[in-house]
């Protein structure tokens, strides 16, 4: 892969003081009418590293990422990004903030009329004012990074899901954000094609010095990918931390989610385990967030 023509990004912070957290979420709990999707959720995500959030489907994961973007707004708590409180801030100063995130999402959520050049183009076309050769050349550099340039031509509908994927990425990557957040990245693809990505992924961090943040329940991905990780189970964070710690944890939560086992707190009812705690549920966690 032709990474050696992908220019360094001018922003990167300083090694001094890259450990500093990026996104901080203090206390955010969300919820739908009478169902609580998240409760008193803090971590810091720190800087410059892969960051990823676990939990089983419908837990509230997708919630907590448009939580950070300001899609939804937290009805208890705060979400900070580089110090700043984004849930009570203007749209004008909402949209400085998003311009630092590259975004994919679940589905890739490419536009299907467009071709995947179009696609990669979109953000620099809303927010710069760069001219037709200058996106080219930007366009063509991310491509050459996720492998795309020869299918460039073709609309969304003409290429595999893996292709899609990668399409989503280099649009996340194409503004160079400081941060990049993935809604599940692995989803409709299969596991060698989660290998190829999970690559891409690493290398592509590495190559930026962005800060990535990975939503998924992709197990052999986190632990391809990820620096620290996060666990979320029936409303609450049930801890955050290095991978090693987490890895190493005697939580069951953690240990039956990190081994894929049925054995354990998590059971088969997804809507049980994703809101609320039910009230007889004394044996649900209790949150402990830990620095990273
Ligand atoms: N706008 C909304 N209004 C009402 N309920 C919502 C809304 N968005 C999400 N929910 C509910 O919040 C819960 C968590 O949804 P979310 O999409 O965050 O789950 P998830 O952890 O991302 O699941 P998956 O792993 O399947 O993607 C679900 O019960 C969902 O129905
Ligand atoms: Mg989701």
């Known amino acids: 892969m032709p990474l050696a023509l992908r220019r360094p990004r001018p922003q990167v912070v300083p090694r001094a003081t890259r450990d500093d957290a990026v996104i901080s979420l203090r206390g955010v709990?969300?919820?739908?009418?009478?169902?609580?999707?998240?409760?008193?959720?803090?971590?810091?995500?720190?800087?410059?590293?892969?960051?990823?959030?676990?939990?089983?489907?419908?837990?509230?994961?997708?919630?907590?990422?448009?939580?950070?973007?300001?899609?939804?707004?937290?009805?208890?708590?705060?979400?900070?990004?580089?110090?700043?409180?984004?849930?009570?801030?203007?749209?004008?100063?909402l949209f400085r903030v998003r311009r630092?995130?590259?975004?994919?999402?679940q589905d890739g959520a490419l536009f299907g009329s467009m071709t995947l050049y179009e696609n990669i183009?979109?953000?620099?076309?809303?927010?710069?004012?760069?001219?037709?050769?200058?996106?080219?050349?930007?366009?063509?550099?991310?491509?050459?990074?996720?492998?795309?340039?020869?299918?460039?031509?073709?609309?969304?509908?003409?290429?595999?899901?893996?292709?899609?994927?990668r399409a989503g990425l280099a649009r996340a990557m194409v503004l160079?954000?400081?941060?990049?957040?993935?809604?599940?990245?692995?989803?409709?693809?299969?596991?060698?094609?989660?290998?190829?990505?999970?690559?891409?992924?690493?290398?592509?961090?590495?190559?930026t010095g962005a800060t990535f943040f990975i939503i998924t329940h992709n197990i052999p991905s986190v632990m391809r990918t990820a620096d620290h990780l996060g666990l979320l189970f029936r409303s609450r964070l049930v801890r955050f931390g290095p991978k090693d710690v987490m890895c190493a944890s005697d939580d069951p939560v953690i240990r039956q989610f990190l081994a894929g086992a049925t054995e354990g707190p998590i059971g088969m009812d997804e809507m049980a385990d994703g809101g609320a705690p039910p009230a007889q549920a004394g044996a649900a966690p209790s949150a402990s967030t830990g620095a990273p």
């Open 29 to 93: 709990s969300k919820w739908f009418g009478s169902n609580t999707i998240l409760k008193d959720v803090s971590f810091d995500v720190p800087r410059g590293k892969t960051t990823a959030i676990l939990g089983p489907s419908g837990t509230g994961k997708s919630v907590l990422l448009k939580n950070i973007i300001g899609l939804l707004r937290p009805d208890e708590g705060e979400v900070l990004v580089d110090g700043e409180v984004i849930g009570t801030m203007s749209d004008k100063d």
């Open 100 to 105: 630092k995130f590259g975004v994919l999402f």
């Open 121 to 165: 183009a979109f953000p620099l076309r809303e927010h710069t004012r760069k001219g037709e050769r200058e996106i080219r050349e930007i366009v063509h550099r991310n491509a050459e990074l996720v492998g795309l340039v020869a299918h460039l031509g073709k609309l969304p509908g003409e290429v595999s899901g893996g292709m899609k994927k």
């Open 176 to 207: 160079d954000p400081e941060i990049v957040l993935f809604d599940e990245p692995d989803s409709g693809l299969d596991p060698v094609r989660v290998a190829y990505l999970d690559e891409l992924v690493v290398t592509a961090q590495r190559e």
